[in-house]
């Protein structure tokens, strides 16, 4: 089958390509910034069976606040892929959205692209807290990880919990139908941080205090995917990022 991905560069969407591959499948990147029209140029050599949108903007919320590139990336970018699948006769369109409920713009502009998704019959995908090797080192585990082994000083929200799923987890939950992807039990950062101090024998120095005003408590999900134990997760994960 041919596969179709935007954002294939990405933490998920570089994890899902390797699956697919693995597996025998032909994937093919989607680049951004494409209209309609060029997208429809872009599938009829090898028509998509399957196109996964993975591609965002404004997530990285220290980095990415041009309000102009969420709004084409997140919506119009969405709309003219969903466009393309149908004119080309795409059999399945998987759209990845936010989990976040806290009214940021970024979160307004996901759920214009939830509703789009809908619109074209669209199967929306939300992933929760996903970790594992590969993420964005700017991100919460591998910081702490890499604050462990430097002994660096870093901020905690003490109230903060998270419904964490393993990367390969998200991937295979996707391809067995799941649509709401996360684990089945919410763990707070600090419990994250203890099992990360036992895992490296270390003990981290750290503050509490409020990280990101958009953290909510809608975290915990019906359809968790418990595959690889956090402790798991969280020793492969340490292996990678250790310094």
Request: with cysteine; aromatic share 12%.
């Amino acid at each position: 089958m041919n596969y179709y991905v935007s954002g294939s560069s990405g933490f998920i969407g570089t994890a899902i390509t390797a699956y697919l591959r693995n597996i025998g499948e032909s994937v093919y990147r989607i680049p951004r910034h494409k209209t309609k029209k060029e997208l429809i140029q872009l599938f009829s050599t090898d028509k998509p069976d399957v196109i996964i949108h993975l591609a965002t903007y404004g997530n990285h919320y220290k980095a990415q606040k041009d309000f102009g590139e969420m709004i084409y990336t997140n919506i119009l970018f969405t709309h003219n892929l969903l466009e393309a699948a149908q004119v080309t006769g795409c059999e399945k369109f998987y759209n990845f959205t936010a989990t976040s409920v806290s009214g940021e713009f970024y979160y307004t502009t996901k759920i214009c692209a939830e509703m789009l998704a809908e619109k074209y019959g669209a199967i929306n995908i939300r992933p929760y807290s996903v970790y594992g090797p590969g993420e964005s080192r700017n991100k919460l585990i591998p910081t702490i990880i890499k604050n462990l082994c430097t002994g660096e000083r870093m901020t905690l929200d003490g109230e903060a919990t998270h419904a964490w799923i393993y990367i390969d987890d998200l991937v295979r939950g996707m391809f067995e139908g799941k649509t709401e992807l996360g684990g089945s039990e919410k763990i707070s950062n600090i419990e994250v941080a203890h099992i990360l101090e036992h895992i490296s024998g270390k003990e981290l120095n750290y503050t509490l205090g409020k990280v990101r005003s958009y953290d909510n408590d809608n975290w915990t999900t019906p359809e968790g995917v418990n595959y690889t134990p956090l402790i798991e997760g969280l020793t492969k994960t340490y292996k990678y990022y250790k310094i």
